[in-house]
C-alpha cells in the first residue's frame, strides 16, 4: 500500500518558491542554499491558474493525446519514449527550441549508460561521446582514481556530453519512437476537472507568437524541472525537511580536455571565510573531448553553509588555485558561470496524484550523495511510463488508479535507501572533523575506499552473492525511509 505521502489526495506541505529550473537564468548570490529556496509561502505563477476542462484557451480548437509529458529534459523524454513506443498517443511539450542551454556537469555514469542503451541510442565514441574510465578524487593533497566496477547490471564505462546535444538527442529519440515533440510551447497552467479536481489537460503558450493553445489527455507528466511550475499550479509543493543543493559551472580550454576520468575534488572552502570551513559538496573537472572541460562546484545545504557565500566568485577562487598542467586562466573561459538548484531526496510529493506524475527535477531525483541527476532523472521517466502503460490497460477508474500508485511505490522501492544514506552523508560533510578523520581513513585503505565509491555512485548488483554488494543492499534497506 502506498504510505501517507502518495496517496491520490496532495498531503498537505508548505509551499516553496519554485527555483530556477536546469535551464534558467543563474541564481542569485547566496542561491537556493540558505537563500531564497527557504523562504515560506509560494510565489503566484503568472499564466498558471488552473483552466476547468469545459473551457477551451486558444479558440482554436483542442488537440488531444492519450498522454501529456511536460518538459523534453532527459526525465521526459524517457518517459516520451517508453510511452510512445508501445503505441500510445504521446505529446511532448518542450517550452524552448534545440537546442538550449542547461546547467549540468555533463558526465554520465554507468546507470545513465544504461538508460541510453536501453533507448537504443549509439554511445560509441564515434557518435560523438567521450568515454571515461571512473572517478579520479582529489583530497588533502592526494589522488586516487576509482574505476567504475564491472557489473551485469550496469555496462563499466561513463561517458561525458554536453547538455544541449544531450537533451536534443534523446527528444528526437522520442519523437522517432513516434512521440509527437511540440517545441516552443511554453505551458501555462493545468485544465481540471471541477468535479473531480483531476488534471485533464494543460493550456500553454505556441511559439513565437506565444498563440494560446490547449492540450487534453487523462494523464499528464510533469518533467518541467526543478521550477515545475505545473506542480506548484497543482498544488504540489517541496518538502522542506529535505535538502536543496545548488550547482555553477562554465567551460574553459584545457590541454586536459580528453582526460578519461571524472575528477572530483573534495577540499571545497571558501577563500573569503576567515575560519576556511569546509563546504558539503566538492569541485569538478570533466573533459569534454572537444578542446574544453567543465568545471563547477556543487554544494548541498546542511544548515551549515554560510549565506553570504558568493558561488560564482568562489568558483573563480577555486578556479584560480588549479595546478599550471590544467592551463586555467580567466582569458580560457569559454562561457559565463551559470547555476541551478538541485532538487533532492524525492523532495516534491506526492508523485502520483490526481492524473499528474512527477519525474526527475521536477519530483526531486536528485542524488543528495552525489548532485547526480540526470540517471535518476532518466530511471524516473521509465518507471512513470511502465505505470502509465498498465494503467491504461486497466478497465476500471480503480484499477487505473492502484496501477499509477505503482510509481511512487517503484520510486521508494529504488531510492529510499541510497537516498537517505546520501542525506546522512550530507549532514556528515558539515561536521569537518568527522570529514578529515573519514578521509584520511578512506584514502588510505583501497578497499574501504572502494566500497564507499560503489555505495555513493550507487552501482551495486542488484542480485549479487558478493559480500561487499550484499552488505551495500543492507545498508540501504536499514536507511530511514523517505516518508520520514
Known amino acids: 500500500m502506498p504510505g501517507p505521502a502518495e496517496q491520490s489526495s496532495t498531503r498537505p506541505a ?7 529550473s536546469d535551464g534558467a537564468e543563474p541564481v542569485g548570490a547566496a542561491g537556493p542554499v540558505g537563500g531564497a529556496e527557504q523562504a515560506g509561502g509560494a510565489e503566484p505563477v503568472e499564466g498558471a ?6 473551457d477551451d ?9 492519450d498522454v501529456i509529458v511536460v518538459g523534453a529534459g532527459p526525465a521526459g523524454s524517457t518517459a516520451a519514449y517508453h510511452l510512445a513506443r508501445t503505441g500510445l498517443d504521446v505529446l511532448l511539450l518542450e517550452k524552448s527550441a534545440f537546442p538550449r542551454e542547461k546547467v549540468c556537469g555533463d558526465g554520465l555514469t554507468p546507470r545513465a549508460v544504461r538508460q541510453l542503451i536501453d533507448l537504443g541510442i549509439d554511445v560509441s565514441e564515434s557518435a560523438g561521446w567521450l568515454h571515461n574510465r571512473g572517478l579520479r578524487i582529489v583530497a588533502g593533497g592526494r589522488r586516487v582514481e576509482l574505476d567504475w566496477p564491472e557489473l551485469a547490471a550496469y555496462p563499466g564505462f561513463g561517458l561525458v556530453r554536453r547538455r544541449a546535444d544531450f537533451d536534443e538527442l534523446l527528444a528526437r529519440r522520442a519523437a522517432a519512437a513516434g512521440a509527437r515533440l511540440v517545441e516552443r510551447a511554453n505551458v501555462a497552467g493545468p485544465v481540471l476537472d471541477e468535479r473531480t479536481g483531476r488534471i485533464t489537460g494543460v493550456t500553454a503558450r505556441l511559439g513565437e507568437e506565444r498563440r494560446p493553445v490547449t492540450y487534453r489527455a487523462p494523464l499528464v507528466v510533469a518533467a518541467d524541472g526543478n521550477s515545475t511550475r505545473l506542480s506548484l499550479a497543482m498544488r504540489r509543493y517541496r518538502r522542506t525537511d529535505r535538502a536543496m543543493g545548488v550547482a555553477y559551472r562554465t567551460y574553459f580550454t584545457t590541454p586536459r580536455h580528453e582526460d578519461r576520468y571524472l575528477e572530483a575534488w573534495l577540499d571545497l572552502r571558501d577563500p573569503a571565510d576567515p575560519a576556511r570551513r569546509l563546504l558539503p559538496g566538492y569541485a569538478w573537472v570533466f573533459g569534454m573531448g572537444d578542446g574544453t572541460a567543465n568545471i563547477g562546484l556543487g554544494v548541498v ?7 553570504e557565500v558568493d ?4 568558483l573563480r577562487r577555486w578556479c584560480d588555485d588549479l595546478p599550471a598542467e590544467y592551463g586555467y586562466h580567466p582569458e580560457a573561459v569559454t562561457e559565463p558561470i551559470r547555476g541551478s538548484a538541485l532538487p533532492m531526496g524525492l523532495n516534491r510529493q506526492p508523485h502520483y496524484a490526481d492524473g499528474l506524475l512527477l519525474v526527475g527535477d521536477a519530483g526531486g531525483t536528485v542524488s543528495p550523495a552525489t548532485g547526480e541527476g540526470i540517471a535518476y532523472a532518466m530511471e524516473s521517466g521509465r518507471f512513470a511510463a511502465e505505470a502509465i502503460v498498465q494503467a491504461l490497460a486497466r478497465r476500471t477508474d480503480r484499477g487505473r488508479d492502484l496501477a499509477l500508485r505503482a510509481y511512487p511505490q517503484a520510486l521508494r522501492a529504488a531510492y529510499d535507501g541510497y537516498f537517505a544514506l546520501g542525506r546522512l552523508t550530507a549532514a556528515a560533510l558539515s561536521r569537518p572533523r568527522l570529514v578529515g578523520a573519514a578521509g ?7 578497499a574501504l575506499l572502494r566500497a564507499a565509491f560503489r555505495l555513493m555512485v550507487n552501482l551495486t548488483e542488484p542480485n549479487s552473492r558478493d559480500a561487499l554488494d550484499r552488505l551495500l543492499h543492507l545498508l540501504g534497506r536499514l536507511a530511514p525511509s523517505s516518508r520520514g
Open 301 to 307: 545545504d546542511t544548515g551549515a553553509v554560510p549565506r
Open 311 to 314: 558561488w560564482r566568485q568562489l
Open 14 to 20: 508548505q509551499p516553496d518558491p519554485a527555483g530556477p
Open 440 to 446: 584520511a581513513a578512506g584514502l588510505g585503505n583501497p
Open 49 to 54: 491558474e488552473p483552466v476547468a476542462a469545459d
Open 57 to 65: 484557451a486558444s479558440g482554436n480548437g483542442v488537440d488531444t493525446a
